[in-house]
Nanobody
Framework: QVQLVESGGGLVQAGGSLRLSCAAS????????MGWFRQAPGKEREFVAA????????YYADSVKGRFTISRDVAKTTLYLQMNSLKPEDTAVYYC????????????????????WGQGTQVTVSS
């Protein structure tokens, strides 16, 4: 079992920044892929960003590319999402997730690939 706890969400004006964190505990391993997803009211959960086990590979949804940065502190088993130039359409509950198979490819953007999920943190961007 892996437990994930997100933090750092909140209310911010358009153009502002937030940094989300996700602390992993339990049967953690450095060889898993971690990702961020988000879900807005009435919409399906969508991929935001992912990072490989080594941290050497990252992948972003087109909607956040150039504005968001995913990173991980392997020693502390913590995942981050730095979000800049926020837009109202970024409003959603943000979830971190772990893929214990450490797969990397087209499946990385699919929520069904991930085995463990946090409880989510709300991000609200006002216009």
């Amino acid at each position: 079992q892996v437990q994930l706890v997100e933090s750092g969400g909140g209310l911010v004006q358009a153009g502002g920044s937030l940094r989300l964190s996700c602390a992993a505990s339990g049967r953690t391993s450095r060889t898993y892929t971690m990702g961020w997803f988000r879900q807005a009211p009435g919409k399906e959960r969508e991929f935001v960003a992912a990072i490989s086990w080594s941290g050497g590979r990252t992948y972003y949804a087109d909607s956040v590319k150039g504005r968001f940065t995913i990173s991980r502190d392997v020693a502390k088993t913590t995942l981050y999402l730095q979000m800049n130039s926020l837009k109202p359409e970024d409003t959603a509950v943000y979830y971190c997730a772990v893929d214990v198979s450490a797969a990397w490819g087209t499946r990385t953007t699919y929520h069904g690939t991930y085995d463990y999920w946090g409880q989510g943190t709300q991000v609200t961007v006002s216009s």
